[in-house]
T-cell receptor, first 114, second 111 residues
Framework: KAGVTQTPRYLIKTRGQQVTLSCSPI?????VSWYQQTPGQGLQFLFE???????NKGNFPGRFSGRQFSNSRSEMNVSTLELGDSALYLC?????????????FGPGTRLTVT | QQQVKQSPQSLIVQKGGISIINCAYE??????FPWYQQFPGKGPALLIA?????SEKKEGRFTISFNKSAKQFSLHIMDSQPGDSATYFC??????????FGKGTHLIIQP
């Protein structure tokens, strides 16, 4: 069974632009969570989607948003990019709601903001 | 802020030795404690996880020990191998919250 796929793998954007990242969960998985990984702050939870509904959101500004489609694929969007948004963005896939299911991570999208 | 404190930050172990990484949490609502392994350029890979109804879980060379009263849990890697060299993250979770991660331990196994 294929793992979690994320596209693109690498991205370079300019400050002030917006960016959309995509995540395809493991086949049959219905929950997608997003995390940001930076050297300074480590791994931080962004949000979780299950059945196209956002179930929870971490402590990030409103510039960070996401959505989930009926096929469980998910996108996250960051508007008005700042230099501090440079990070590895990770998507994690779960069979069901994350309180009852293990999370499996994709390889991430490396975003560089210049 | 709910925190998970992980130690040590870095660890060097000889091949065949035991690697031990410790974590402590604050939130008593946490009820799921996974460990992830991450290689450079890769996403974290789920290694082993435990829930607080048991004090120990073993899978191959990897063991989680859990102390609910002390709010601590640890990862033991037996017979450590050079291929185990990676960054290890503990995490904790309660209910519908996202995973709260420790800062990571950079493990080097010397041949």
């Amino acid at each position: 069974k294929a793992g979690v796929t994320q596209t693109p793998r690498y991205l370079i954007k300019t400050r002030g632009q917006q960016v959309t990242l995509s995540c395809s969960p493991i086949s049959g998985h219905r929950s997608v969570s997003w995390y940001q990984q930076t050297p300074g702050q480590g791994l931080q939870f962004l949000f979780e989607y299950f059945s196209e509904t956002q179930r929870n959101k971490g402590n990030f500004p409103g510039r960070f948003s996401g959505r989930q489609f009926s096929n469980s694929r998910s996108e996250m969007n960051v508007s008005t990019l700042e230099l501090g948004d440079s990070a590895l963005y990770l998507c994690a896939s779960s069979l069901g709601p994350t309180e009852a299911s293990e999370q499996y991570f994709g390889p991430g999208t490396r975003l560089t903001v210049t | 802020q709910q925190q998970v404190k992980q130690s040590p930050q870095s660890l060097i172990v000889q091949k065949g030795g035991i690697s031990i990484i410790n974590c402590a949490y604050e939130n008593t609502a946490f009820d799921y404690f996974p460990w992830y392994q991450q290689f450079p350029g890769k996403g974290p890979a789920l290694l082993i996880a435990i829930r607080p109804d048991v004090s120990e879980k073993k899978e191959g060379r990897f063991t989680i020990s859990f102390n609910k009263s002390a709010k601590q849990f640890s990862l033991h890697i037996m017979d450590s191998q050079p291929g185990d060299s990676a960054t290890y993250f503990c995490a904790s979770k309660g209910g519908a919250d996202g995973l709260t991660f420790g800062k990571g331990t950079h493990l080097i196994i010397q041949p």
